[in-house]
């Protein structure tokens, strides 16, 4: 009934399909298609989650710098971010109510990927940053990224055990306490061939991650604001430049009598205010910057 090449390839597919190591069809996969993602979000989502860092390698140095005006806009509607201060980030992995929320245009100001659907306390799995993998000489560590959510950290431990862990609570907290004192930020993710909702904590960089060297330098916005930004006391000000080198945004001058800060490019990430050894930086709630994701203010 069939010839032997199609014996072989029947095999190969197979093997594909089901084998241990190559398996594409996982019980999170099913499990995926069952919440919705059929079709070709079912497939965008797929090659995003087994993929990633695939993925944003091409995102980053392929397809972002090549974009145009009308490219970048569909880019960041669909796939964008939200810096959290320290206090926000602690609070979504010690969460211990469900949030079923969309539609967030006050918090995330993007017509797509833009819900907030957890279960507290959330599962959560640290895995390879992505945008550090796209570097030649990357940061270390690299598995500082952060799944959130049962149905994602399902599929990555499946898909990707060797390169991603479960995390307890405890652990996530001091994962991301420990980021924040190398100086780097926290953000929310959102994409679109998730369920257009939020899934990811980043613990970036501003030398390796995509998203910063996207708003900087190819002037795509892809976060938003957490709603706050640095105020300096310039009583206390030695001027050391120590927050001028550790801004993710360049927000930050020193010129011979002061610190100067731009309000345009500030996003309230809060590295400066604990890289200052002065303490003259601190955090101030701006209304103009748009609404903090704190999920204590949602449940």
Not at 104 to 123: F, H, K, M, N, T
Not at 172 to 194: I, Q
Not at 226 to 246: F, H, P, R, W
């Amino acid at each position: 009934m069939f010839s032997i090449p199609g014996i072989l390839l029947l095999s190969i597919l197979g093997l594909w399909l089901f084998g241990e190591r190559w398996r594409l069809l996982r019980p999170s996969t099913l499990r995926s298609r069952r919440e919705g993602r059929a079709g070709l979000d079912g497939l965008h989502s797929y090659v995003y989650g087994r993929w990633t860092n695939q993925y944003v390698h091409v995102l980053i140095n392929w397809v972002g710098p090549r974009l145009k005006a009308h490219g970048k806009k569909w880019l960041t509607d669909r796939y964008h971010g939200k810096i959290l201060t320290l206090d926000h980030a602690q609070a979504i992995i010690t969460l211990n109510k469900p949030i079923p929320l969309r539609d967030l245009e006050q918090i995330i100001p993007y017509p797509l990927a833009r819900s907030l659907v957890l279960d507290g306390p959330p599962d959560v799995a640290a895995y390879e940053c992505p945008c550090r993998h796209a570097r030649a000489n990357p940061c270390q560590p690299t598995q500082v990224c952060m799944v959130i959510g049962k149905s994602g950290v399902d599929f990555l431990l499946e898909h990707n055990p060797q390169s991603s862990r479960r995390l307890t609570q405890a652990e996530a907290v001091d994962l991301l306490r420990t980021e924040h004192e190398r100086g780097h930020l926290h953000s929310a993710w959102f994409k679109d061939a998730l369920q257009n909702r939020f899934y990811a904590i980043c613990n970036c960089c501003k030398c390796c991650c995509g998203g910063i060297e996207a708003m900087t330098k190819h002037h795509m916005p892809m976060v938003v604001s957490s709603g706050y930004v640095a105020e300096i006391d310039q009583s206390l000000c030695n001027l050391c430049a120590a927050c001028v080198d550790t801004c993710p945004f360049d927000a930050l001058t020193a010129n011979e009598s002061r610190l100067e800060r731009d309000w345009e490019r500030c996003l309230g990430c809060g590295v400066c205010v604990d890289q200052c050894p002065a303490g003259a930086l601190s955090l101030a709630r701006d209304e103009r910057k748009g609404i903090p994701l704190d999920v204590r203010q949602m449940v």
